[in-house]
């Protein structure tokens, strides 16, 4: 049991969230901008060391019948990146949709467009990380088996 940090990855903002297998609880953390080639993964390592997770979970973006598109190989090519750089177990979870729900989600707490934009990545990150602990699965498992790099 342990904490898992998840990823709405993007070209100008990656969103993160935070949660605890134990709990199966997803919480928005903070976005990372895009900045100087390293400066995403040395912010990514940054969070890595002060919350020591068990695993990493990359949204894994697709048109809404589930088709591949732009972002998903750009996504698939960030969680190789994750996987290179931090000997991490680094698994996928579907995103469709959750930047709409997070706009929803802030709307209705009474967030205006303008202010809520730095929080969209943010609590997109929370509810990928969401459906993966809601997704029937054993996480203290597939968090500790570290894949062999493709």
Do not use: N, Y
Request: glycine share 6%; hydrophobic share 45%.
């Amino acid at each position: 049991m342990g904490s898992v940090l998840a990823f709405d990855f993007g070209e100008k903002r990656t969103g993160v969230a935070v949660g605890e297998t134990a709990l199966r609880q997803a919480h928005p953390l903070t976005v990372i901008r895009a900045g100087k080639d390293g400066e995403r993964m040395a912010a990514i390592a940054r969070l890595i060391d002060e919350w020591r997770p068990e695993c990493l979970i990359v949204g894994h973006p697709v048109h809404v019948d589930g088709a591949a598109h732009a972002m998903t190989l750009r996504a698939r090519a960030f969680a190789a990146d994750l996987r290179q750089c931090f000997a991490l177990p680094v698994r996928e979870a579907d995103e469709r949709l959750t930047s709409r729900e997070a706009e929803t989600r802030l709307r209705e707490a009474g967030k205006r467009a303008k202010d809520a934009k730095p929080l969209v990545d943010a609590v997109a990150a929370q509810l990928i990380l969401q459906t993966w602990f809601d997704h029937p699965h054993d996480h203290a498992d597939e968090c500790r088996s570290v894949p062999s790099p493709a």
